[in-house]
């Protein structure tokens, strides 16, 4: 197997602690009495996520992709991209969760990172992360097919995000 996608496989796995992560997070924040918001928008968040990697994997296996300058570059993203996804979930501790929960006595994160960059997940994770699994596998079509197909849902999740914390103090 290849460089490029012995890295997609480890990043992804990696990938795979998080949704752990989130699940864990997800089933106390339940038994709290939480609720959830954008429910429809969360499951075509997460199979447009997985589906991102799938394709990046399939245009890289096909093509046999080498690791080249772009995959270099995607690498660095991913990097970034991963890095701010472990401080955020640092950050949010047991709140974090791939989907919008709002706790009975939920509490808004105004830390630095929190105070500068408004949802911080989406632009220093989430963006970074695909547009370097994209460019780590020269997954063209995927970036230009499928990666304005998730910025869309993702705007929906911040209008959904906003509007479920507007009664938070």
């Known amino acids: 197997m290849n ?5 997609l496989i480890a990043f992804f796995t990696v990938r795979i ?4 992560i989130s699940l864990a997070n997800e089933k106390r924040l339940k038994a709290e009495g939480a609720t959830q918001f954008g429910k429809l928008n969360s499951f075509f968040l997460s199979v447009t996520h997985f589906l991102f990697y799938v394709c990046c994997f399939y245009e890289a296996y096909t093509q046999k992709t080498t690791f080249n300058r772009y995959s270099e570059y995607g690498l660095c993203l991913m990097i970034f991209g991963y890095a701010m996804l472990f401080y955020i979930i640092y950050q949010l501790r047991e709140i974090w969760t791939v989907k919008i929960y709002i706790a009975p006595n939920h509490k808004i994160v105004r830390s630095f ?3 500068t960059i408004r949802h911080p997940n989406y632009f220093l994770n ?3 992360e695909l547009v370097g699994v994209g460019l ?7 970036l230009t097919y499928l990666f304005p197909v998730y910025l869309i849902l993702l705007v929906i999740r911040i209008v ?8 938070i103090k």
Not at 3 to 7: A, S
Not at 17 to 20: G, V
Not at 136 to 142: G, P, V
């Open 3 to 7: 460089k490029v996608l012995i890295i």
């Open 113 to 115: 990172l929190f105070r």
């Open 126 to 128: 989430i963006i970074p």
């Open 160 to 167: 959904q995000e906003e509007e479920a914390m507007k009664n």
């Open 136 to 142: 780590l596998c020269n997954a063209w079509k995927t």
């Open 17 to 20: 602690i998080s949704l752990a």
